[in-house]
């Protein structure tokens, strides 16, 4: 059992900066491939970008590539989204999720953080 939260959100302008951590718990956080997903008001759910068990292998969604960064610190059982030049469209809620088999699908769900982008 996996229990992700995520922390880090909040109310920057556009063009500003933010870092999103999920923290995990559970021993076998390091096996599994995390990624983040975001969903817009009356949109679905959709995917962000996603990082390997071991940070070798990242993938991006096109609208955020260039822009956002994933990152993970198997030590601290936490992974990290760095979000800069964040445009208005970008307003979401930020859910991480954790892959057992490092592949497309997801186990566990944090309950989300709100993102918010003025502009």
């Known amino acids: 059992q996996v229990q992700l939260v995520e922390s880090g959100g909040g109310l920057v302008q556009a063009g500003g900066s933010l870092r999103l951590s999920c923290a995990a718990s559970?021993?076998?956080?390091?096996?599994?491939?995390m990624g983040w997903f975001r969903q817009a008001p009356g949109k679905e759910r959709e995917f962000v970008t996603r990082?390997?068990?071991?940070?070798?292998?990242?993938d991006y969604a096109e609208s955020v590539k260039g822009r956002f960064t994933i990152s993970r610190d198997n030590a601290k059982n936490t992974v990290y989204l760095q979000m800069n030049s964040l445009k208005h469209e970008d307003t979401a809620i930020y859910y991480c999720?954790?892959?057992?088999?490092?592949?497309?699908?997801?186990?566990?769900w944090g309950q989300g953080t709100q993102v918010t982008v003025s502009s």
């Open positions: 559970g021993r076998t956080f390091s096996t599994y491939g």
């Open positions: 990082i390997s068990w071991n940070s070798r292998n990242t």
């Open positions: 999720a954790a892959s057992f088999y490092n592949d497309n699908n997801w186990d566990y």
